[in-house]
């Protein structure tokens, strides 16, 4: 049987800038769904719960960072009530069904700007081949990117565009606020920019340690969860 549209949903973290002192890794985050999987009543019902917090569900966009860190649109709100949030949109995408993958580059092992996108290349690559029957299940792929960055958008092109796909069409005018699987994106690649930390002997933020309430707490209650849907 052949699905009609494989939804890319894509995010970034991180810079493409070298040497950074301030941002170790990159992280590109792909969220992948078939469109043919109605997520209508997830979407419904969390968009029920973010009204219930006094948000306008019309032009709300959760920005995982900001909601750690208390920035931007969450700076006047309390911990418990950023956590409220997080957990909305966590409880969203339990109740989706969607698969994702992340490409890393860590900044300490490469030389340029364009080290970082020749890795972030090659990543793409070596993931499209490993999931090239579960894509030629579909007769298009469809891919969602707010051009955030220029360098992502020429890779997306690049690499998407030259390899054995069915028909691959870029979604225009992308706004993360039309998609909830965009800020779903956005919830993965902060997490795992997080477990990269970890993993690489360094320590949560304090902002993080106290919304998380630990480091123990946040793997078992967000990156163990979450994980359930990498592939």
């Given at each position: 049987?052949?699905?009609?549209?494989?939804?890319?949903?894509?995010?970034?973290?991180?810079?493409?800038?070298?040497?950074?002192?301030?941002?170790?890794?990159?992280i590109l985050s792909?969220?992948?769904?078939?469109?043919?999987?109605?997520?209508?009543?997830?979407?419904?019902?969390?968009?029920?719960?973010?009204?219930?917090?006094?948000?306008?569900?019309?032009?709300?966009?959760?920005?995982?960072?900001?909601?750690?860190?208390?920035?931007?649109?969450?700076?006047?709100?309390?911990?418990?009530?950023?956590?409220?949030?997080?957990?909305?949109?966590?409880?969203?995408?339990?109740?989706v069904d969607f698969?994702?993958?992340?490409?890393?580059?860590?900044?300490?092992?490469?030389?340029?700007?364009?080290?970082?996108?020749?890795?972030?290349?090659?990543?793409?690559?070596?993931?499209?081949?490993?999931?090239?029957?579960?894509?030629?299940?579909?007769?298009?792929?469809?891919?969602?990117?707010?051009?955030?960055?220029?360098?992502?958008?020429?890779?997306?092109?690049?690499?998407?565009?030259?390899?054995?796909?069915?028909?691959?069409?870029?979604?225009?005018?992308?706004?993360?606020?039309?998609?909830?699987?965009?800020?779903?994106?956005?919830?993965?690649?902060?997490?795992?920019?997080?477990?990269?930390?970890?993993?690489?002997?360094?320590?949560?933020?304090?902002?993080?340690?106290?919304?998380?309430?630990?480091?123990?707490?946040?793997?078992?209650?967000?990156?163990?969860?979450?994980?359930?849907?990498?592939?």
């Amino acid at each position: 049987m052949t699905n009609e549209t494989l939804n890319i949903f894509v995010d970034e973290s991180g810079i493409f800038k070298y040497p950074d002192s301030l941002s170790r890794f990159y992280i590109l985050s792909l969220v992948l769904h078939n469109q043919s999987q109605d997520i209508s009543r997830p979407i419904a019902d969390l968009s029920r719960s973010v009204a219930d917090l006094g948000f306008d569900p019309d032009d709300f966009v959760f920005h995982a960072g900001p909601i750690i860190r208390k920035e931007d649109g969450y700076a006047l709100l309390s911990r418990h009530w950023r956590s409220r949030v997080f957990d909305r949109m966590m409880t969203f995408a339990r109740n989706v069904d969607f698969r994702y993958h992340c490409i890393s580059v860590d900044k300490r092992f490469v030389t340029s700007a364009e080290n970082i996108a020749e890795r972030l290349r090659n990543g793409l690559y070596s993931f499209i081949d490993s999931q090239s029957e579960m894509v030629r299940q579909f007769k298009k792929v469809k891919v969602y990117y707010d051009c955030g960055q220029s360098a992502v958008t020429n890779l997306l092109h690049e690499t998407l565009s030259s390899v054995r796909l069915p028909s691959v069409e870029f979604a225009q005018n992308v706004k993360p606020s039309q998609y909830k699987l965009f800020q779903v994106a956005d919830l993965i690649c902060t997490v795992k920019l997080m477990e990269q930390k970890l993993a690489h002997g360094d320590s949560l933020t304090i902002s993080e340690e106290r919304f998380f309430g630990g480091t123990r707490a946040f793997k078992r209650n967000i990156l163990r969860k979450l994980s359930r849907k990498e592939i």
